[in-house]
């Protein structure tokens, strides 16, 4: 009986709408919809045929025609998965084909004020189905409306209704970027705001402060920081529209290019106003060995080192975005880098850009790891918001790249705690790739159920987050959470966090020791914090708003293992020195002068340092007068033949 459904439903063309409804409104079959879903799914004769048709069921008998291109949606099952998953974790490549579905059948339309909304709103749904529409304001105070069509048919069609600027200095490009121009002929008060057009509303910093100083509890402040920070669907929309736009730009020369978002955009863990990292990739030529074909297209030659290649294309596209495309602005060329990129502001959203190009999957991968990680446990994107909040209010992260740890850093740090507790709440990321890479060839649901949550609350888990690391002994371990242990580390970098899809990279190479004592110290400070103002009170603030004040005071317990920046040992006024201490293992004493680097094996406590400092202090004269290549063998003279002291 369903294939009979299915039968009769392709053999009705796509004119005759009414006949097709009447159709399913007779059909006895329209109760067992979900087998003829299955059967759908499994025909690629079918599919082929259902390219311009989809059956919305709304109700039990009541069914709404709309034009979409399912095509790609068939061949790759996206809405079918979710429904015969239950519910399982999906794959970067199911929500890459939805979120760029829906970017390509979007328009970006500026209003003169958010009342003009419903005016845009009606030119759209006059023209076709609209599937989605939402309504924002910028902090330039521009208003725009987001539509989501039903076909990208519709959206062509759409398109031929505007034109360019009368202006011989503009440059006629077509985007689907497009401008209202303001109607005297209607007032304000005269246009209904339609119920259809979401609102995009996002608190400020003030009603965010206040909407969580009047939490009931430290576990209500996290998931009310996390709910209220984290990227909207409408900030996920804008950033594959923003890759959307790329594309369209570039497929009449490269009809197959991708330009795919990864990173925070995508893997759960992004806020609001974070940045976008997208990836652009050309058609695969090794699918060429397979085909069989006569005709040859002729090309260019590449340069022979892929680099180079990578590097003057960016410079190629980079001027096509500087000069051509509308919105993209501060365009800056970075090719030198380990991955060449361009880095861009899209002014018209406010979202800062970074575009790379390479046939080097692991950014994506590892987005995909990150993103599964968050799906397989509730507590650990909340746990991880408010550690990058507290790490950011207390100069722990930077905004501009350094010695510091990044947000990444602090993620991978979050999921490696949550991995090595008592009850290994998270599994090693290798089991999860096995799963992902058997999802993918196989076809076959994600292996690893979802974790349910656990009974303790989210304070706690952040207390034993700052204790857990307080303690840690980042000196001789490497944290692999590639297989969920620690092993030994195999170089002297301060912080050692393995790259899960590259094993031999050390995603955390740049972080100083002082930056991660600066870490140490901070999460020491952090549990005295928690002890401290756990309780709600009326007057101040309390939780993890007094957790994120910055504090100054610094800790006096620091180890053993002790740090000598020699030129600020070496200054002019004896009271200038400093001696900052260094969690890590005894018996060790490192010196740094500039970028050189000595470790004395010798055992010193705080009160040992002391006739050293003194030492080399009356040395200064010598070290100054000295050649540079001296200086260092003065200065291990003197630590060398220091008093040993104990405990």
Not at 88 to 106: E, F, K, M, P, V
Not at 199 to 217: H, W
Not at 452 to 475: A, C, I, M, R, V
Not at 636 to 646: C, F, H, Q, S, T
């Amino acid at each position: 009986m369903a294939a009979a459904f299915v039968n009769k439903l392709c053999s009705v063309t796509f004119a005759k709408y009414t006949s097709l409804y009447t159709l399913c409104c007779n059909c006895h079959s329209m109760k067992k919809f979900g087998n003829t879903a299955r059967i759908i799914s499994n025909s690629n004769h079918i599919a082929e045929k259902l390219k311009y048709f989809a059956v919305i069921v709304q109700n039990r008998r009541n069914f709404i025609l709309t034009q979409l291109d399912l095509s790609d949606k068939i061949q790759n099952n996206v809405y079918l998965k979710k429904s015969a998953a239950g519910g399982s974790i999906q794959t970067y490549t199911d929500i890459y084909r939805l979120q760029n579905g829906q970017a390509h059948r979007s328009v970006l339309i500026q209003i003169p004020t958010r009342f003009d909304a419903a005016e845009a709103y009606s030119m759209c749904a006059d023209l076709a189905h609209v599937a989605k529409a939402i309504s924002f304001t910028m902090l330039s105070e521009r208003h725009y409306l987001l539509v989501e069509f039903g076909s990208t048919a519709a959206v062509n069609n759409f398109m031929e209704l505007a034109k360019h600027f009368d202006r011989s200095e503009m440059i006629p490009v077509r985007s689907r970027m497009l401008y209202l121009l303001p109607n005297s002929q209607f007032k304000h008060s005269q246009r209904p705001f339609p119920k259809q057009i979401q609102v995009e509303n996002v608190l400020s910093d003030q009603q965010l402060t206040d909407k969580i100083s009047q939490a009931k509890n430290v576990s209500q402040q996290m998931e009310i920081l996390y709910i209220e920070t984290r990227l909207t669907d409408l900030g996920t929309r804008l950033r594959y529209f923003i890759s959307s736009i790329l594309e369209d730009a570039l497929k009449g020369m490269f009809p197959l290019v991708q330009v795919e978002p990864f990173g925070s955009s995508f893997t759960g863990f992004g806020k609001n106003k974070c940045d976008l990292d997208m990836v652009l990739t050309f058609e695969d030529l090794a699918q060429n060995l397979v085909k069989k074909k006569r005709l040859m297209y002729l090309s260019k030659k590449c340069f022979s080192s892929d680099r180079m290649q990578t590097q003057r294309s960016l410079e190629t596209l980079a001027d096509i975005l500087k000069y051509f495309l509308p919105g993209c602005n501060n365009v800056q060329r970075i090719l030198q880098a380990r991955v060449p990129i361009i880095k861009f502001r899209h002014d018209i959203l406010g979202i800062d850009c970074d575009l790379s190009m390479s046939s080097n999957r692991s950014g994506i991968d590892m987005s995909e790891l990150l993103y599964v990680f968050g799906e397989l446990h509730p507590d650990l994107r909340p746990l991880v918001f408010t550690v990058r909040t507290w790490a950011r209010q207390q100069g722990i992260t930077n905004s501009t790249p350094g010695r510091w740890l990044s947000n990444f850093s602090l993620t991978l740090l979050a999921i490696f705690f949550m991995q090595r507790r008592k009850d290994a709440v998270l599994p090693p990321a290798s089991k999860i790739l096995i799963e992902l890479a058997k999802t993918k060839n196989c076809g076959t649901k994600f292996g690893i159920a979802r974790h349910p949550g656990s009974k303790e609350k989210l304070e706690d888990l952040l207390h034993e987050f700052f204790s857990f690391y307080e303690k840690f002994n980042f000196t001789d371990t490497k944290l692999s959470i590639l297989n969920a242990n620690v092993v030994k580390k195999p170089d002297f970098s301060p912080l050692y966090i393995e790259n899960c899809v590259e094993p031999e990279l050390n995603v955390s190479k740049n972080v100083s020791a002082d930056e991660l004592q600066r870490f140490v110290v901070g999460a020491r400070n952090a549990l005295w914090q928690m002890e401290c103002t756990t309780e709600r009170n009326s007057s101040g603030t309390w939780g993890i708003a007094k957790l994120f004040e910055h504090n100054e005071q610094p800790v006096p317990h620091l180890g053993s293992r002790v740090a000598f920046h020699v030129k600020k040992l070496f200054e002019s006024s004896a009271d200038k020195y400093t001696v900052q201490a260094e969690y890590a293992e005894r018996t060790k004493l490192e010196v740094q002068d500039g970028d050189e680097k000595a470790v004395v094996s010798k055992d010193f406590t705080d009160t040992g340092v002391e006739p050293v400092v003194s030492e080399l202090h009356e040395s200064r004269e010598n070290y100054t007068q000295a050649p540079k290549k001296e200086k260092r063998s003065i200065v291990l003279e003197v630590l060398v033949d220091a008093p040993v002291y104990n405990n």
